[in-house]
T-cell receptor, first 117, second 114 residues
Framework: GAVVSQHPSRVICKSGTSVKIECRSLDFQATTMFWYRQFPKQSLMLMATSNEGSKATYEQGVEKDKFLINHASLTLSTLTVTSAHPEDSSFYIC?????????????FGDGTRLSIL | GENVEQHPSTLSVQEGDSAVIKCTYSDSASNYFPWYKQELGKRPQLIIDIRSNVGEKKDQRIAVTLNKTAKHFSLHITETQPEDSAVYFCAASLIYNQGGKLIFGQGTELSVKP
């Protein structure tokens, strides 16, 4: 089946640090990737939709200048949390689908647990 | 935009019993409804999905039903086992017009007691 790799799995860093998270589709080309944030005991909240070669589409309330998304190739999307603060601590998960309009389901990465001290 | 409501938030059953989780959605144009199982600290895993042109789908002990008129869909797990214990999420998606983005329900924590 389709495999999505996410790296790193865990990050602990000081407040003010910028953190980059990578999401890779290993065995398929993903024109569309999604970034979610999940707080403890809560649901997955969509942050943004990332399309290869174009600007990401952010959900309402998500600061695009704080959560920078780059989808430079068909197999890689990155999320950079800039100047992270303790309230940004969360579980960040990416997912990928084969393409817009595809009937394929989303495949999730293993997630990145971000802890800001 | 789409809004998905999921009930119950917690569900405890005895091993061997059935479990039912229900979701409602608001956007009648949504046409894809997956269910995910998430164990603590791990990725959501797709367990079953249904498209709007189908009313019911079954895969061994798991089944999903969809009522488009009422805009609700349900997950049914029969002969539950302790390893079914996890958090289950429903989701709704408008595949063609919104690039397939998923809107998730709040989740149901299922506990199967041996």
């Amino acid at each position: 089946g389709a495999v999505v790799s996410q790296h790193p799995s865990r990050v602990i860093c000081k407040s003010g640090t910028s953190v980059k998270i990578e999401c890779r589709s290993l065995d398929f080309q993903a024109t569309t990737m999604f970034w979610y944030r999940q707080f403890p005991k809560q649901s997955l909240m969509l942050m943004a939709t990332s399309n290869e070669g174009s600007k990401a589409t952010y959900e309402q309330g998500v600061e695009k200048d704080k959560f920078l998304i780059n989808h430079a190739s068909l197999t890689l999307s990155t999320l950079t949390v800039t100047s992270a603060h303790p309230e940004d601590s969360s579980f960040y998960i990416c997912s990928a689908i084969l393409g817009v309009g595809s009937n394929q389901p989303q495949h999730f990465g293993d997630g990145t647990r971000l802890s800001i001290l | 935009g789409e809004n998905v409501e999921q009930h119950p938030s917690t569900l405890s059953v005895q091993e061997g019993d059935s479990a039912v989780i229900k979701c409602t959605y608001s956007d009648s144009a949504s046409n894809y409804f997956p269910w995910y199982k998430q164990e603590l600290g791990k990725r959501p895993q797709l367990i079953i999905d249904i498209r709007s042109n189908v009313g019911e789908k079954k895969d061994q002990r798991i089944a999903v039903t969809l009522n488009k008129t009422a805009k609700h869909f349900s997950l049914h797990i029969t002969e539950t086992q302790p390893e079914d214990s996890a958090v289950y999420f429903c989701a709704a998606s408008l595949i063609y017009n919104q690039g397939g983005k998923l809107i998730f329900g709040q989740g149901t924590e299922l506990s199967v007691k041996p």
